[in-house]
């Protein structure tokens, strides 16, 4: 940002017109953020590609099959077993949840009912102590929203004294899902703002100062959440509750984090400007650059993400680009101008005062910098070392994918549900394969599938039309087990043999087999991608080839490192059964996408005060000047993530420890000993091939950090 426009934004007037510009931003935005939750769409076929063999099937199988058919299951388990009045009850029942809106016209089937029709269904248990009844529920392409209402008003029903009832089966989880999420715009954000505002009252201690950046953050949360809002309704945006739960942590954890950066250098100033508008002006000269760099390299990052399979992936990456890009114009904008129209009071009791000494230069982190000054390269070398060590823990990872159960860190009730059914050998008829081929081999399909393993006997076939039959037999597995990934493959296998079938395997557990390969996908092609664009931006804001390539090896090294940590906590400390297949790659993004800012808000300072001083010096000049404030944004953001565990969804909890881990390795080891290490032992062949320390000027022994006479001057 050019001088004279970062004055501009600090001027009298112009202070009051961008508070104004964000009132009214606020008003029209907020109140599309808080229908966010409307457009959401956790449905796990809406998630897969185009190309993916489930969804294939989905598409030809869309004029005989509805895809927004909901199968769900009410289970009943007596401990002493299931009575002729039980059942008759489960009949009455069955009758009054069909009537329920979104149930379809085939209504509820009951045991008695079932065997009426002569189905093929065993709906009642061979111990005679478990039965269900299915159901089908129906709301129509973007109904996943009325499913909780829906399952409540089954609840209510489905009541019998001595009896325990569960609700399961897709339509059992998709109500469990909802309840994760529930609150996900309101209760997680108040947590969230609860945490940061905490750490800025300690940071800052300061009982005013904490409020101009939270109120900045909801800013920036409810306009991101508007306009992400707009182009999911009116642009097909895939925004799912894993979305929009990543969007408000990021949003206030990044937030926050730029304005503490501003917020520090403008207090830095007022120390050498008299005027705070002029404060201000300097300020954000000086510290603008670094935060776009840094929101840049997320934004770039997140974009990266719309190169997956998954759409949800691809879904992410948008989300969250608008809600870095959103933040951004507001820390640079809105923040300012209420500081600047607050005054120098604002920082009571802590008041800069014109002329007065600047704190950073004799702190903890100049004195950091003055025990790794004497033996860098013995520092880096021992940090590297034990990172990677850390590393090692890699090999404990296991991101092949969670069942139902494993999926939740509490009990809901479609896995108690799915939990009985299995106890009582009873198989979960809502979890099918469905098998597309060319009517001429159908009933050959049919007999190939008669061999699987861990299938039932197949139906009998139906056509669709086109010269194409499917047919459909019960994985007896849980949806989203490995064993039934077994069965679906073992499926593929068998039909693939069959000559001129042309036979596609589709259904439950085969949308999440195709979720998982996917995953695996996109983490090959797209982790490579963040790295090259990283390392292009660093490579463009620090004008040299050696320093960014050492910043994007640090990065990784401390990716692996948390991922390694991780690792040993998921197994070892939380019981965790695994990883999601597309945890590395989320794990990932953020951690480089926001690891990198804090080596951008170091470097760039290293850079400036590398003019006046040589790399070495002002390497430790800038350690010791951003060193707390740096400290203090990795603390707000990994605490933010770790929000994301109150939510009891495996994927997040996991999401946001991995990602804290990094973050503090990045800010307390990574960024203040590992970076500073190598740039003292390398001097100015870190700037390579610019010739910004070309005399590679050496550290004196007896040449003090914390002398202000050798700071940067004041720029006139």
Not at 36 to 48: G, H, I, K, M, P
Not at 146 to 171: K, S, Y
Not at 531 to 559: C, E, H, K, Q, Y
Request: glycine residues 10%.
């Amino acid at each position: 940002m050019h001088r004279q426009l970062a004055g501009s934004l600090a001027g009298p007037r112009v202070k009051w017109i961008v508070v104004v510009f964000w009132v009214v931003a606020l008003g029209v935005f907020g109140a599309l953020s808080s229908k966010l939750v409307d457009v959401q769409n956790n449905e796990a076929s809406s998630w897969l590609p185009e190309s993916a063999e489930s969804t294939r099937v989905l598409e030809e199988l869309s004029d005989t099959v509805d895809p927004n058919d909901i199968p769900t299951l009410v289970v009943y388990e007596r401990a002493g077993g299931l009575t002729d009045d039980d059942l008759a009850a489960m009949d009455e029942q069955a009758g009054r949840i069909a009537q329920i809106d979104g149930v379809t016209d085939a209504g509820a089937l009951s045991p008695n009912l079932a065997r009426q029709q002569g189905l093929p269904f065993q709906l009642v248990s061979d111990d005679g102590k478990a039965a269900y009844t299915y159901l089908t529920f129906n709301f129509g392409e973007n109904g996943w929203n009325d499913i909780p209402e829906a399952a409540d008003e089954v609840r209510d029903i489905a009541q019998l004294d001595g009896v325990t009832v569960h609700l399961a089966g897709f339509g059992g989880q998709a109500a469990d899902t909802a309840e994760a999420f529930e609150g996900i715009d309101t209760n997680l954000i108040l947590i969230t703002l609860l945490v940061v505002i905490v750490i800025l009252l300690l940071t800052y201690r300061s009982p005013v100062l904490w409020l101009l950046p939270i109120i900045s953050a909801v800013v920036a949360y409810s306009v991101s959440g508007g306009v992400v809002y707009l182009l999911a309704k009116y642009a097909g945006l895939t925004v799912n509750g894993q979305s929009q739960a990543i969007l408000g942590i990021l949003v206030i954890g990044a937030g926050t984090d730029y304005a503490l950066l501003l917020t520090a250098r403008y207090r830095e100033e007022l120390r050498r400007h008299d005027d705070r508008h002029e404060a201000m002006a300097v300020a954000l000269h000086r510290a603008a650059p670094a935060i776009l760099a840094s929101a840049a390299t997320v934004v770039v990052g997140m974009l990266c993400l719309v190169f997956a399979e998954l759409n949800s992936t691809a879904g992410l990456g948008p989300v969250n680009a608008v809600g870095i890009g959103v933040t951004y114009l507001v820390m640079v904008t809105l923040l300012p101008a209420l500081l600047v129209v607050c005054g120098r009071w604002v920082f009571w009791p802590k008041r800069p005062v014109f002329g007065s000494e600047e704190p950073t230069e004799s702190g903890f982190w100049a004195r950091v910098g003055r025990r790794i000054a004497p033996r860098p390269r013995a520092v880096w070398v021992v940090t590297a070392g034990l990172l990677l060590l850390a590393c090692l823990g890699l090999t404990q990872l296991s991101a092949s994918g969670l069942s139902t159960e494993d999926t939740y860190t509490k009990e809901f009730d479609s896995i108690k549900g799915q939990r009985i059914l299995e106890e009582h050998g009873l198989g979960d008829n809502s979890n099918t394969v469905q098998v597309v081929a060319d009517t001429a081999a159908i009933g050959r399909v049919s007999d190939a599938l008669t061999g699987v393993d861990g299938l039932g006997a197949p139906q009998p076939p139906q056509e669709i039309g086109g010269g194409r039959s499917y047919v459909e037999a019960v994985i007896a597995d849980d949806v989203s087990s490995p064993a039934a990934f077994e069965t679906v493959e073992a499926a593929r296998d068998a039909v693939d043999e069959v000559d001129g079938a042309d036979a596609l395997v589709g259904g439950g557990s085969a949308f999440y087999l195709d979720t998982k390969i996917a995953a695996n996908r996109d983490n090959v092609v797209i982790i490579p991608i963040v790295l090259i664009v990283v390392f292009l931006i660093l490579v463009g804001l620090l004008r040299a080839f050696v320093a960014p390539l050492l910043l994007m090896g640090t990065v990784v090294l401390s990716f692996g490192a948390a991922l390694g940590i991780s690792a040993l906590l998921f197994e070892y400390v939380f019981g965790f059964a695994g990883s999601d297949p597309g945890f590395p790659l989320f794990a990932f993004v953020f951690l480089v996408a926001l690891g990198i800012d804090y080596n951008i808000f170091l470097m760039t300072r290293v850079r400036e005060e590398t003019v006046n001083h040589g790399t070495r010096r002002g390497s430790l000049v800038a350690l010791s000047s951003t060193g707390g404030v740096i400290t203090s944004a990795g603390l707000v953001l990994a605490a933010t993530f770790l929000v994301l565990g109150s939510l009891p969804v495996v994927f997040l909890a996991e999401l946001g420890v991995a990602v804290a881990l990094g973050v503090l390795l990045d800010t307390m080891i990574v960024r203040s000993v590992l970076v500073t290490a190598l740039n003292v032992d390398l001097g100015g062949k870190v700037w390579w091939p610019s010739r910004l320390d070309a005399e590679n000027r050496p550290l004196e022994p007896d040449d003090p950090t914390d002398d202000p006479a050798r700071r940067t001057p004041v720029p006139a």
